[in-house]
């Protein structure tokens, strides 16, 4: 599955943004990861593409909301009150192989999209 992100940019401290993810074809789940410059990648928040609770890291629960539009095969991030140490390069993950949990396995993978947030 091909996977086109876009969405990335800049915001204030406290600012919003709001990341797309379009699949070429079926997924199961899909997921946005982030990786900032000397850390390692970290999940983000995990949605099923049929049903099931999204999945969240504390760091952004409360902040950011994960959501899915399957006529379009597009999954969205929308995240609010953004601080500095969300700054990353975001990532768009899918997979289409079905188990109980979204919260691993990730086989295919977007060319990421930069938040910076000052």
């Known amino acids: 599955v091909q996977l086109v992100e876009s969405g990335g940019g800049s915001a204030q401290s406290g600012g919003s943004l709001r990341l797309s993810c379009a699949a070429s074809g079926y997924t199961y789940c899909m997921a946005w990861f982030r990786q900032a410059p000397g850390m390692e990648r970290e999940a983000v928040a995990a949605?099923?593409?049929?049903?099931?609770?999204?999945l969240y890291a504390d760091s952004v629960l409360g902040r950011f909301t994960i959501s899915k539009d399957n006529a379009r095969k597009t999954v969205y991030l929308q995240m609010n009150s953004l601080k500095p140490e969300d700054t990353a390069m975001y990532y768009c993950a899918a997979r289409t192989w079905r188990s109980s949990t979204c919260a691993y396995g990730y086989t295919d993978w977007g060319q990421g999209t930069q938040v910076t947030v000052s």
């Open positions: 949605i099923y593409t049929g049903l099931g609770r999204p």
